[in-house]
């Protein structure tokens, strides 16, 4: 079992920066690939990014945040960040992490077997 803890949410003004974490206790987390969803209100949930268990170069992000998210993780602290700049109002939703004991990194929901509880974000225009 993982559990995994979000942070690092809040209300920010377009253009702003904030850092999302993902705190993970329980099983060696260094093994599972780690994902951002997020989930706007009246939509359905969708990948964000996603980062393999050596957080090499397999890191994937959806279209509309390349070049503005950046996804890292640090095993020593069981942690993985989604450091988000240049927000926009449509960045605004409840965001996600989750997890998977694969070797590849995963993109779709069915895949991941942990998640948290969520982070706000709000960005305001």
């Known amino acids: 079992q993982v559990q995994l803890v979000e942070s690092g949410g809040g209300l920010v003004q377009a253009g702003g920066s904030l850092r999302l974490s993902c705190a993970a206790s329980?099983?060696?987390?260094?093994?599972?690939?780690v994902g951002w969803f997020r989930q706007a209100p009246g939509k359905e949930r969708e990948f964000v990014a996603a980062?393999?268990?050596?957080?090499?170069?397999?890191?994937y992000y959806r279209d509309s945040v390349k070049g503005r998210f950046t996804i890292s993780r640090d095993n020593a602290k069981n942690t993985v960040y989604l450091q988000m700049n240049s927000l926009k109002p449509e960045d605004t939703a409840v965001y996600y992490c989750?997890?998977?004991?694969?070797?590849?990194?995963?993109?779709?929901?069915?895949?991941?077997?942990?998640w948290g509880q969520g982070t706000r974000v709000t960005v305001s225009s």
């Open positions: 980062i393999s268990w050596s957080g090499g170069g397999d890191i």
């Open positions: 329980g099983r060696t987390f260094s093994s599972y690939a």
């Open positions: 989750a997890a998977a004991e694969v070797v590849y990194v995963p993109v779709l929901e069915p895949h991941y077997d942990y």
